[in-house]
């Protein structure tokens, strides 16, 4: 039961993750294509939670170690070169970002940090969305034995994996512009990005039938994955036909019912990929799969980590509710 | 390169690299607040201006600890995926609890930064301690699950697996308490002293304003009460590594052979063919005395090691030297410091006294280098003491060599990033008060 509950947590935490990280990353890729125009709002509106918001990782690969960690072991070795990746973007992305809204000048170093942020803010999400791609991809194999480009390489680099990639980089920049639609000053600016929502929206879909159309033509394993879960296939349909709500609600301006409807439209993806997963974490090359029960730890681990999380809640979700309303609350107002 | 040297250097500067942040981060936010608190009770402008900036400082800090730790958390994995698979389930605990005590910090810092003028100073006041409070959790969370690699407990090694696995034994090892408090008074001694340092420098350019000498009386108290604290938890750290790691005594204390009544070197070098040491000063009973607090007690040397288990002696001990070495030394400043304060003297202005805080800033920080050495590299061949071997822990990826050169290209740029960020954060406090 315990691994049942753990799971679930991390679930949540992916999910949260998906919708605040996604958000704060997807700003940098919004800066990157509407340029200096967004670079203040993204600063102001973003600085007090980009902390809190990168902390749903932390918390996730703790209970990947903790609890599964022959599925941490498999992320660490066979895609080893791309979380390496994705560690160095975030590594640069982060001190770029503290040190353009830190820096005690605002001179030409600025443009440095922008530059920076906004590339690494790109290059995170997309090898973040490489990796993620080979869970479920089945792209690993599963023994040993094959060579180095086998074993370490094209787990990762296929048409499928960059497809995936590209998917979740628009759809951070999905999430980044709904957000800061709220936080913008003014008409020109709203009316940028929201010409920029519908742009990266329409790259979404074609990156995501990109996904369907590799695993195809690769024969891959996740079209036949998802092809055989009704639920998982509903909530796809779902997700994408409330897109022309969320236009009206973009055209009505009605800021947090469609920063609502937008988190709905996410949490309908995310459970879209765990319904193909579950109970499973990784799906091999050869069709075989590491279940959560496989992978998780003895149970005496199990029960500890669930408590340790449990308290965590309970301290987590208050203060995260305090730091949200001290710093969100004005928009509601306006 | 081999992969298994590149594998360990990687590891050593990641670490060695956010040890820096990480002491940082938990001992200025209580700077902070103290300035805090000293404006709350006398209104003075100067102690606010000081809380402001150091915040700023702490929150520059942060994050580049966070993105340090966070690329720690997989590179476990990456670089000693067997040790992980093995040891994630028994040592993960703390680092659960290390995450929701992140977590606290994190919000609380985002409060204490914007929230000056949206809630009472009092709670204003009370989120820049929970800052604190939750950085030293933090840090007494990692530290436990470093002490467990150095005393296993909470669970039974039976033909090469691990059963009986109990995470909260495995967290209360033996050395954690030892550990964890000699740590978190380095992580105040050494900010403490590097941050006297830096405002003793600027006074020394003749930027005489109070903001500097407010700012140095504050970081010395810390530092020099912490500094006290230093031979006392290290001589009870001592000890515990006599009983559970009598490899790593030896290998610190250079001695080759087991004997009563064993002399305490300083200085001198060790000589692993002669198994001597040369030119080195000897205390007559020091060791045994220090170890097990009786001069006649028999101390166990590498000879009683079988070759294959001794750690490398030469590194151990110059680090082991060097770390008690400062931590003396800032002892007698502190020493000082206290002796000034209570004769009332003027030592503030006093350019001497200026010049050695000055040279004293990074003495904490290589201290601290120096004692993370001597714990880690003392426990080699060993990544889980007694139990797994760190080549056996080495991941099958070939290639470490390459990661490890990027990862050293990416920190030494971000080190003179933020020297330079800290030098323009000073330059602008200077243009504030027109000096
Ligand atoms: C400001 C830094 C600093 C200073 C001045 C000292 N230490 Fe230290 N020492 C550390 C910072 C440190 C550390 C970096 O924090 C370590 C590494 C692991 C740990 O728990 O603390 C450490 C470890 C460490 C260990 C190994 C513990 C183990 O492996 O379990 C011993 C025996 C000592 N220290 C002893 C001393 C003594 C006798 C000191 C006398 C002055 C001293 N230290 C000063
Ligand atoms: C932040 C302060 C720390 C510093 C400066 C530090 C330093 C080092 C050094 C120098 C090594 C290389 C030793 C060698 O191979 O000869 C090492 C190895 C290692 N450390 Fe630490 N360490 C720190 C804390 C920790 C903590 C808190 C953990 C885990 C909870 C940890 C886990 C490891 C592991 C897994 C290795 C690799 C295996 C080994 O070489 O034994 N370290 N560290
Ligand atoms: C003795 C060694 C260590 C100490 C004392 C320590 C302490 C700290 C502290 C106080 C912070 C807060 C950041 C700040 O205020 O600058 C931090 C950040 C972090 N550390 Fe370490 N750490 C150590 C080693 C490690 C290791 C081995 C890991 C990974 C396995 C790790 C993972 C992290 C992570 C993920 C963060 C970022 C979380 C955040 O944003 O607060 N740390 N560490």
């Known amino acids: 039961m315990y691994t049942e509950l753990i799971m679930i947590i991390m679930g949540i935490s992916l999910i949260l993750y998906m919708i605040l990280g996604g958000a704060d990353f997807g700003a940098g890729i919004i800066e990157l294509f509407i340029g200096d125009k967004s670079n203040s709002t993204v600063s102001r509106a973003m600085a007090p939670v980009w902390e809190a918001n990168h902390m749903w990782l932390i918390i996730a690969v703790v209970i990947l170690f903790n609890g599964f960690p022959k599925a941490y072991v498999i992320l660490s070795t066979n895609l080893h070169i791309p979380v390496l990746l994705f560690l160095i973007a975030i590594i640069m992305r982060g001190t770029a970002f503290t040190f353009r809204h830190y820096d005690a000048y605002h001179d030409k170093s600025e443009k440095i940090y922008s530059t920076i942020f906004r590339y690494s803010s790109l290059l995170a999400v997309f090898f973040m969305g490489i990796t993620i791609s080979a869970f479920f991809s089945g ?31 628009t759809i951070s920049a999905y999430i980044a512009g709904i957000f800061l639609l709220g936080e913008v000053e003014t008409e020109e600016g709203y009316n940028s990005i929201r010409k920029f929502i519908m742009w990266i929206f329409g790259l979404s879909i074609i990156s995501g039938a990109s996904i369907f159309i590799s695993s195809f033509v690769s024969d891959l394993q996740f079209h036949k994955l998802f092809l055989s879960h009704p639920i998982s296939i509903a909530a796809g349909v779902i997700a994408s036909l409330i897109a022309p709500y969320i236009y009206k609600l973009i055209k009505a301006k009605k800021i947090w019912t469609m920063r609502i409807v937008v988190g709905a439209q996410m949490v ?50 208050p203060s995260l509710y305090y730091l949200f309303r001290l710093f969100k609350s004005e928009d509601n107002l306006s | 390169m081999e992969d298994l040297m590149a594998a360990r250097l990687q590891m050593a500067i990641s670490l060695g690299w956010h040890i820096i942040f990480a ?48 690329l720690l958390s997989f590179e476990l994995g990456l670089l000693w995926p067997t040790f992980m698979e093995h040891a994630g389930p028994i040592f993960g605990m703390p680092f659960s609890m290390e995450g929701t005590a992140f977590f606290v910090e994190a919000i609380a810092l985002g409060v204490f930064l914007y929230g000056w003028d949206k809630i009472s ?24 699950a470093n002490a467990w690699m150095n005393s296993p407990a909470g669970f039974d090694f039976v033909d090469g697996k691990y059963i009986n696995i109990d995470p909260i034994a495995a967290m209360f090892n033996d050395a954690w308490f030892t550990q964890a408090t000699h740590m978190t008074f380095a992580a105040f001694a050494s900010t403490g002293f590097a941050v ?18 407010e700012a140095l009386k504050i970081a010395l108290i810390f530092g020099s009460i912490a500094a006290f604290a230093m031979p006392i938890t290290g001589d009870l750290a001592a000890k515990d590594v006599a009983k559970r790691q009598p490899a790593k005594l030896a290998a610190m204390e250079a001695h080759y052979h087991t004997s009563k009544n064993a002399p305490l070197i300083i200085g001198g070098i060790p000589n692993d063919e002669t198994q001597e040491v040369d030119y080195a000063i000897e205390i007559p009973g020091g060791l045994s005395f220090l170890a097990h607090g009786d001069f ?14 001794r750690p490398p002696v030469i590194v151990v001990h110059f680090a082991f030297q060097i770390m008690v070495g400062l931590g003396t030394l800032m002892m007698l400043i502190g020493f000082i410091y206290f002796f000034m304060r209570w004769r009332k003297w003027d030592y503030i202005n006093n350019k001497w006294w200026l010049r050695i805080l000055a040279l004293a800033t990074p003495i904490g920080f290589i201290a601290l280098e120096a004692g993370w050495t001597v714990t880690e590299v003392g426990r080699q061949p060993w990544i889980i003491y007694k139990v797994m071997r760190t080549k056996d822990a080495l991941t099958a990826m070939p290639g470490i060599q390459y990661s490890l050169l990027t ?7 971000l080190t003179l990033a933020v020297i330079w960020l800290m030098h323009r954060q000073i330059k602008s406090i200077h243009e504030k008060y027109n000096t």
């Not at chain 1, 990784?282 to 730890?297: E, I, P, Q, R």
């Not at chain 2, 100073?121 to 436990?144: D, K, N």
């Open chain 2, 296 to 309: 006649d007690a028999e101390v166990i040397g590498l000879d009683q090691i079988p070759e294959d288990e």
């Open chain 2, 121 to 144: 100073p009092l709670a204003h006041w009370i989120s820049g301690l929970i800052v604190g409070i939750s950085g030293v959790m933090s840090g007494i969370f990692v530290v436990a």
């Open chain 2, 407 to 413: 990862i050293v290209l990416v920190y030494s740029i």
């Open chain 2, 23 to 70: 002491c940082i981060g938990m001992a200025m936010p209580f700077l902070m607040a103290f300035a805090e608190w000293k404006w709350m009770k006398t209104k003075d402008q100067v102690y606010l201006d000081l809380a402001k900036s150091w915040s700023k400082g702490v929150a520059i800090f942060f994050a580049v600890g966070a993105v340090s730790g966070t």
């Open chain 2, 196 to 213: 006297a340092g830096v405002h003793a420098i600027m006074l020394l350019r003749g930027k005489k304003i109070r903001f500097h000498k």
């Open chain 1, 139 to 169: 792209t690993i194999p599963s023994d040993t034995s094959g060579t180095f480009t086998e074993q370490y390489i094209y787990t990762w680099f296929n048409w499928f994996a960059v497809s995936v990639g590209v998917f979740l980089v």
């Open chain 1, 268 to 317: 309908l993806i995310m459970i879209g990929w765990f319904i193909i997963q579950w109970p499973n974490l990784v799906v091999f090359s050869d069709g075989t799969k590491l279940s959560m029960y496989d992978a998780s730890g003895p149970v005496a681990t199990m029960k500890v980590l669930f408590f340790s999380l449990a308290i965590g809640v309970v301290v987590i979700f």
